[in-house]
């Protein structure tokens, strides 16, 4: 998508924390993106980053134990954090759908997949019956499921894996939403099916024009289908850039660790799949200094001392590091 797109959500200086018996958890450290109309957004980081907490924050989709601060996060004209709690389960589900890992939890194992795909059809499209059943049959077409008529009438578990992912995939885009988040939604999946699951999207994606944010750990996976690419560590955006620019210049060192985490055909003996030593920070306070520091091995003194801004590098890149893999020294800010 090129700059100058219509964001369609505007999220700035969101801050999540959890109170927990071991005291506070800084989930989600200031953070701010927008997203494009009709572009496929990648959020990427390792597990306990901050990508699922940031994208629930933004519909208020957590526990009591969650406290929102920060923001606006604007979507059709309206701060989701300040509009009433009946509202914004008008938005959720209807103008925002939503992709989870495992489709087995998110599937009520009780109920036809019919019924689970004509519920926020009838609920929020106020579709009678007949309507809802008829659009459902059309939903599991659209998402490669044949023989849909006689599909409808089965429970979750006479669907395999990838199958089911793709039901969830037609409930979210049942009220033919705006904004699709998809969260890990081929984790659980085998390498197979997940490429066709990724296929699907892609596919669905060109058809339908919404814009999607698909969260995973995996920058592999994201690596054909993102416009642009965020990512995520200690509950901030380390680095942003067009997907391909992301690839071919990464700034960050903890991307260029990521990086070379992805597998890769070509990889062989000495280049054996890297391993991110160590782990990701649970944060008890707001960040005072760089929470990649203790993994770093560029770090120095100012890395442990400050948290670097994100530093616009121009071309719609920017990164949150002190380090120049360019020079190897500190840059300029
Ligand atoms: P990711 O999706 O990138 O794997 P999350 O967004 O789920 O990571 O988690 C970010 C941080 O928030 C982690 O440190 C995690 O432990 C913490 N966290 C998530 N959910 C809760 C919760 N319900 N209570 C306390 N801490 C939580
Ligand atoms: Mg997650």
Known sequence: MTDGATPVLEVQGLKTTFKTRAGQVHAVNSVSFDLRSGELLGVVGESGSGKSVTMMSLIRLLPDAADIGGGPVMFGGEDLLSVNDRHLRQVRGKRIGFVFQDPMTSLNPVFSVGFQLMEPLRK??????????????????????????QRLKDYPHQFSGGMRQRVMIAIALACDPEVLIADEPTTALDVTIQAQIIELMKDLRDKLGMAVIWITHDLGVIA???DRVMVMYGGQIVEHAPVKQLFAEPQHPYTRSLLKTIPSVHRSGADRLHVIEGQPPILASAPSACSFAPRCKHAFDRCTQANPPRIDLGRGHDVACFWDPETGGARDV
């Not at 059943?133 to 008529?149: H, K, N, Q």
Request: charged letters at 30%; aromatic letters at 0%.
């Open 124 to 149: 929020h499209m106020g579709m009678s019956k007949a309507k809802a059943r008829t659009r459902a049959g059309e939903l599991l077409t659209l998402v490669g499921i044949s023989d849909a008529e």
């Open 224 to 226: 054909d289908i993102a």
